[in-house]
């Protein structure tokens, strides 16, 4: 059973950085995508980064292009979002999800990803 587990975040001010983290404790979504979305209240779930981790690839939406980074540990079980440069429109609760496929282009939607953690609390005041 994949377990996905998020940690990091907080409450910051407009300009710093976080880290999140996400722990893969149930190891069979690999090799796929691993990725991270976001929810503001009264808004669609947003993805924002994707790790391909079968090419190695990283894609972002353009809200946080140049910002945030999408890493994967040395372990294999763990992936990160770096959040910097952060702005109030970033709040959200930020979900890491995976799946497991081969396709070179990882999936933006939400519906498309089998496996979710319950989410952390990320507010940005200005």
């Known amino acids: 059973q994949v377990q996905l587990a998020e940690s990091g975040g907080g409450s910051v001010q407009a300009g710093e950085s976080t880290r999140l983290s996400c722990a893969d404790s149930?190891?069979?979504?690999?090799?796929?995508?691993m990725a991270w979305f976001r929810q503001a209240p009264g808004k669609e779930r947003e993805g924002v980064a994707f790790?391909?981790?079968?090419?190695?690839?990283?894609s972002y939406s353009d809200s946080v292009k140049g910002r945030f980074t999408i890493s994967q540990g040395n372990n294999k079980n763990t992936f990160f979002l770096e959040m910097n440069s952060l702005r109030p429109e970033d709040t959200a609760m930020y979900y890491c999800?995976?799946?497991?496929?081969?396709?070179?282009?990882?999936?933006?939607?939400?519906?498309?990803?089998?496996?979710w953690g319950l989410g952390t609390q990320v507010t940005v005041s200005s």
């Open positions: 999800a995976t799946i497991r496929t081969w396709t070179s282009t990882c999936p933006r939607s939400a519906t498309d990803y089998t496996y």
């Open positions: 149930g190891h069979a979504s690999r090799p796929g995508c």
């Open positions: 790790f391909n981790a079968v090419y190695s690839s990283t």
